[in-house]
C-alpha cells in the first residue's frame, strides 16, 4: 500500500519568508508520480506539479522549488519569498504506474501573515 | 467555462432528503472521480468512471449513487444520508491512455452539510 506524510500541519511565517513544507511517501512500486496541489479557502485543488520517480531533477518555476530525493523517499516544496497570496492548505500526492487512486497526505495549512 | 465545474457549491440537506451534486469536465478527458474531503482525514476516492463505465468503487455506501451519462459529466446522488457525510466532495477528471497515469484536475467541490 502507498502512504503519503506531511507531517507539518500548520505552518505561519511572515510575508517574504522563504518556507519549506516537507513530504514522505511510501511506495514498494518503482514507477510512481509525485504532485503538490494547492486548496485556497475557495476550495478548489490547484494542480502544481507532478514528478515521476526517474526524474530527479529539482524544479524550478517562479518563486516556488521541488527537491525530490528518492533516496529519502521525499519531494520537498519550498516558497522563495512568500507572499500572502500562498496562504491555503498544501497537498502532497502520490499515484502508481496504471493506477487511478491518488493518495494524499493529509496536507499543510500555511498562513502567510503580512 | 474551462476547467472542471461543480455544481452546487454548497448545500444543506436533511437526513431524508435527496439530493444530487453534478461534475462536468472542459477538459475532452475520458476519466472522472469522486474524492471526499472530511475535516478530520485525508481526501479519499470514492469512485472512478472511465469512458462511462464505473471502475473503481472505493467502499462506498449505498447511500451515495454515482451516475455518469457521458465522458464529461459526472453525478452523485444522495439519498437518506448521515451527519457524517457532511465534507467537501470533489469532482476530478484525467486522460487515462493505456499505460500512462495522467493528472487529475479537480473542480471547487460542493460543501455538503447534512442536518
Known amino acids: 500500500a502507498q502512504k503519503v506524510t506531511q507531517a507539518q500541519t500548520e505552518i505561519s511565517v511572515v510575508e517574504k519568508e522563504d518556507v519549506t513544507l516537507d513530504c514522505v511517501y511510501e511506495t514498494r512500486d518503482t514507477t510512481y508520480y509525485l504532485f503538490w496541489y494547492k486548496q485556497p479557502p475557495s476550495g478548489e485543488l490547484v494542480f502544481l506539479i507532478r514528478?515521476?520517480?526517474?526524474?530527479?531533477q529539482n524544479e524550478i518555476s517562479g518563486r516556488y522549488s521541488w527537491n525530490f530525493q528518492k533516496s529519502t523517499s521525499s519531494f520537498n516544496f519550498t516558497i522563495t519569498a512568500s507572499q500572502v497570496v500562498d496562504s491555503a492548505v498544501y497537498f502532497c500526492a502520490l499515484i502508481i504506474q496504471g493506477a487511478q487512486k491518488l493518495v494524499f497526505g493529509q496536507g499543510t495549512r500555511l498562513t502567510i501573515n503580512p | 467555462e474551462t476547467g472542471v465545474t461543480q455544481t452546487p457549491r454548497h448545500l444543506v440537506m436533511g437526513m431524508t432528503n435527496k439530493k444530487s451534486l453534478k461534475c462536468e469536465q472542459h477538459l475532452g478527458h475520458n476519466a472522472m472521480y469522486w474524492y471526499k474531503q472530511s475535516a478530520k482525514k485525508p481526501l479519499e476516492l470514492m469512485f472512478v468512471?472511465?469512458?462511462?463505465?464505473?471502475?473503481e468503487n472505493n467502499s462506498v455506501p449505498s447511500r451515495f449513487s454515482p451516475e455518469c451519462p457521458n465522458s464529461s459529466h459526472l453525478f452523485l446522488h444522495l439519498h437518506t444520508l448521515q451527519p457524517e457525510d457532511s465534507a467537501l466532495y470533489l469532482c476530478?477528471?484525467?486522460?487515462?491512455?493505456?499505460?500512462?497515469?495522467?493528472?487529475?484536475?479537480f473542480g471547487p467541490g460542493t460543501r455538503l452539510t447534512v442536518l
Open positions: 468512471y472511465n469512458f462511462k463505465e464505473q471502475t
Open positions: 476530478a477528471s484525467s486522460q487515462e491512455d493505456r499505460g500512462k497515469t495522467d493528472t487529475q484536475y
Open positions: 514528478r515521476n520517480s526517474f526524474d530527479e
